[in-house]
């Protein structure tokens, strides 16, 4: 054997899993043709956080006047933006092939081809192998219809030569509504549709109704129950129609509206790999296949599709496989973020969740205007919720959209996750002034009306 593994796809999941295993002596190899450190760091997490950052100058340029810095807003310029992201990534992309050569696993900067279930060929050569790892991630999807062609992906959208000072971003999920608010805040004039009745499907309908509220008052034109049927280009620019019988002009056209597992030219075709209906590899608890010698993980077989869960992955795998051990990845009460402006910040179960687990509950809700607005002038209202267990007293979801959600989040996971009870919350003391602190000081359930 040239390999104890080979890893298909240097992302998160995957460069993870290739460094652990080698830590443990593996000889190991890793095979990428596109992106070295995966989606998040070239064209997903990391420069759309980049991207929110720049957004959120221009409504700080706004709320100071408040607090008595009398200044216009100086104008932006996305060209610098842009290119200073580029230097970012390059660099990034640089740290993440010095890892792997820390720990000698050698790199190869092209597609990999599984031959057989113990051979990969890349560079023209072919290697055999013991093990093969699957973490090639997803890749945006955009539907087929007149025109779609001339729409873009989140993919493209970052690094687009001209500005758009008008945007349609088609989608409902997390991706596009952070784009729809980086765009917005940026100085672009973006018209969000989506063909449901209210966005971000799968959070709590709370979270959902006060970010559709918050984000319709920042500036995006949210159009809901709409959908494209056409896109043609014209003089002023490409004219979209729409199901509702209007039409829209703009300059660029995001599609986000879904991603799919990145499982072309992988040779699957070779060994015996079982596609579930969503057309995901299908895995068991341990990350194998129905091919013995073969492993996915990540994106690629259809769970959370969330980086810090690929890394957890990466490490639970490499671990099993080649330390013997038999740390299992925990999926309960794995937080997550919507860096929509203001930001969303949830962990746990839904209310419609929550009820359908532990039957009786009890909500804590609470609606504010953060302190910083009540000098800047800025009309936004932060939005708390607390989801209790009545017979437990257990704390089983928390859900916060307002300035901060994701870092506020982020600990209370730690609390949910160690099983803390409402009585634990209460007896927290909180942190004063902070918005956070109205996680401790909820006393009163809520009650319709």
Known sequence: ???????????????????????????VAVAEDLYMGGTCVNVGCVPKKLYVYASQFSHAFEDARGFGWASNVPAFDWATLRDNKKTEISRLNGIYRSLLDGVSVDTFDSRATIVNAHTVAVGGRHYQVEKILIATGGWPHIPEFPGSDLAITSNEIFDLEVFPQRLAVVGGGYIAVEFAGIFNGLGSRVTQLYRGPLFLRGFDQDIRAHAAQEISKSGVDLRFEVNVESIIRSAEGLVLSLTDGSSLTVDTVLYATGRRPHLGDLGLENVNIKISDSGHIAVDDNFCTSEPSIFALGDVTGGMELTPVALAEGMAFARRQFDDSEREVEYDFIPTAVFCQPNIGTVGFTEEEARTEFGDITLYKSTFKPMKHTISGRDEQTFMKLIVGKESDRVVGVHMMGPDAGEIIQGIAIALKAGATKAMFDSTIGIHPTAAEEFVTMREPWSQG
Request: charged content about 15%.
């Open 1 to 27: 054997m040239n390999y104890d593994l080979f890893v298909i796809g240097a992302g998160s999941g995957g460069v993870r899993a290739a460094r652990i295993a080698a830590g443990y002596g593996a000889r």
